[in-house]
């Protein structure tokens, strides 16, 4: 089994960074994907981005040259950093892990981005 604990999250101003990480324990394997997701009342879960254990990055079009992500292996630790931060950021955000094509998630961290 995998457990995500998820840290970090709460209110910033528009304009504003803020950063979240998630700590990933159990049976982790070598190769595996771990990312953010996040969620809105009334939408689906959504992509934020994703990190690859060899260092890929993905990123959802709404958050390229805003958000960072990155991992640190030995810990088995993803972090999101959020700069230039919208109203529209405003959600739950997820931390994920996919290995074996077997997913995992974490409890969600809600950011909140006043205007």
């Known amino acids: 089994q995998v457990q995500l604990v998820e840290f970090g999250g709460g209110l910033v101003q528009a304009g504003g960074s803020l950063r979240v990480s998630c700590a990933a324990s159990?049976?982790?394997?070598?190769?595996?994907?771990m990312g953010w997701y996040r969620r809105t009342p009334g939408k689906q879960r959504e992509l934020v981005a994703t990190?690859?254990?060899?260092?890929?990055?993905n990123y959802a079009d709404s958050v390229k040259g805003r958000f960072t992500i990155s991992r640190d292996n030995a810990k088995n630790t993803v972090y999101l950093q959020m700069n230039s931060l919208k109203p529209e950021d405003t959600a739950v955000y997820y931390c994920?892990?996919?290995?074996?094509?077997?997913?995992?998630w974490g409890q969600g961290t809600q950011v909140t981005v006043s205007s």
């Open positions: 994920n892990l996919q290995q074996v094509y077997i997913n995992y």
């Open positions: 159990g049976s982790i394997f070598r190769v595996n994907t």
């Open positions: 990190v690859t254990s060899g260092g890929s990055t």
